[in-house]
Nanobody, 127 residues
């Protein structure tokens, strides 16, 4: 069965960096689009970044230039490199997989595009 396990969350200072990891299993990692989402208390879940099998990426405007999504097919691992952290980046971060499509087919920052989700990892940024 498909399983996604995030790690790397924690506390950071504004202006600092964190790297999140998502280890995937149960499907062919290199053949699917993947994404990162986040949700903070009282807010809807929002798409942060997405990557397809050609390495094409999409970013929310709020993180462009600060966050980078990447993947290591040999390790079945998705990453989110977060730089220049802001207090408003505080949220639970989730990775997700669209195990139907290899290339972007629509708005890959919408959660309905994805079929499986990890349990989330908390990121807290203090100013």
């Amino acid at each position: 069965h498909v399983q996604l396990v995030e790690s790397g969350g924690g506390s950071g200072q504004a202006g600092g960096s964190l790297r999140l990891s998502c280890i995937a299993s149960g499907y062919t990692f290199s053949s699917c689009c993947m994404g990162w989402f986040r949700q903070s208390p009282g807010k809807e879940r929002e798409g942060v970044a997405a990557i397809d099998t050609d390495g094409t990426t999409r970013y929310a405007d709020s993180v462009k230039g600060r966050f980078t999504v990447s993947q290591d097919d040999a390790k079945n691992t998705l990453y989110l490199h977060m730089n220049s952290l802001k207090a408003e980046d505080t949220a639970i971060y989730y990775c997700a997989v669209d195990n139907v499509h290899a290339r972007f087919t629509g708005d890959q920052l919408k959660d309905w595009q994805y079929h499986y989700w990890g349990q989330g990892t908390q990121v807290t940024v203090s100013s």
